[in-house]
């Protein structure tokens, strides 16, 4: 069987790009994501957690540089991720619209929380 | 709206194809996942906010419930995860992966990887949970 090929150039749009983001973030979040679960659950255990322990852990600043990588491409791919389930059972534009707004806000203020405890660190009562 | 998610659902169950139910099984990993992470970055977040809080927040952590929820988030990541990696490599390099005839032999050997990769992860978490909740192993 004889095949044709032909490339198509399509302008990038907010989707394209958003799809290529959830790729290039899902490569970043298996060692991040994988590696994250198995230092803090498996070989730590919660357990051993408390505030003096991420106080330690954050004492590094390599671990608050993977902590605020894992923050931003984890929880962009999981907002964005929703906007793409959402989008299945919203059709209409303008509410499709106002989903995606609400989700930016969503993401946006969860994220700042966590980048600001992130690069305040544990403050010791 | 109500109407589209009431079409979507009885599609879900009366859809017969293989391939779907790997796909329903990325969505609800991916979903149950991303509501663990919303609660866990506020979670942790209090170590900034609420510090004297801290501690409430991992007892939490440490309930029975709350580690039997993290063993079954263990495996949506990695399912979740190995999964992402096959639809990539079918997408990239195998076109031929996505052929229907496929669908459940593909499905079985994601499973089985996330399944083998999981068991080892699931043991040590059982094992603390027996150890520090149940008092078993000198606990």
């Known amino acids: ?125 | 709206m109500l109407a589209n998610v009431k079409t979507t659902l009885s599609g879900y169950v009366q859809y017969r194809g293989q391939g779907h139910y790997i796909f329903l099984l990325h969505r609800i990993t991916g979903l149950g996942t991303l509501l663990f992470l919303a609660i866990h970055i506020l979670d942790t977040a209090v170590v900034y906010f609420a510090p004297s809080l801290y501690a409430e927040a991992i007892a939490l952590y440490r309930s029975t419930p709350f580690m039997l929820g993290e063993i079954g988030l263990v495996f949506c990541l990695l399912f979740h995860g190995v999964n992402g990696l096959r639809i990539a490599y079918f997408d990239l390099f195998k076109p031929g992966g996505w052929e229907k005839h496929n669908a459940n032999r593909v499905m079985l050997i994601t499973l089985i990887i996330s399944i083998l990769l999981w068991l080892p992860a699931a043991g040590v978490m059982v094992y603390n949970l027996l150890k520090f909740n149940f008092g078993m192993f000198g606990g």
């Not at chain 1, 032909?6 to 749009?13: A, D, E, F, G, Y």
């Not at chain 1, 394209?16 to 255990?45: N, T």
């Open chain 1, 1 to 125: 069987m004889s095949e044709t090929t032909r490339k198509v150039q399509l302008k990038p749009n907010y989707d394209s790009i958003a799809w290529k983001w959830m790729r290039y973030s899902a490569i970043l979040l298996i060692p991040l994501a994988w590696g994250h679960i198995l230092i803090q659950d498996v070989l730590v255990g919660v357990h051993q957690i408390d505030l003096n322990y991420v106080a330690q852990r954050w004492a590094f600043w390599g671990w608050r540089a993977y902590d605020f990588f894992l923050l931003a491409f984890a929880f962009a791919h999981g907002v964005n991720g929703l906007r793409q389930i959402l989008s299945d059972y919203i059709t209409a534009a303008k509410w499709r619209n106002i989903m995606s707004w609400l989700l930016l806000f969503f993401w946006l203020v969860v994220s700042l929380i966590g980048a600001v405890a992130i690069i305040g660190g544990v403050r010791m009562p």
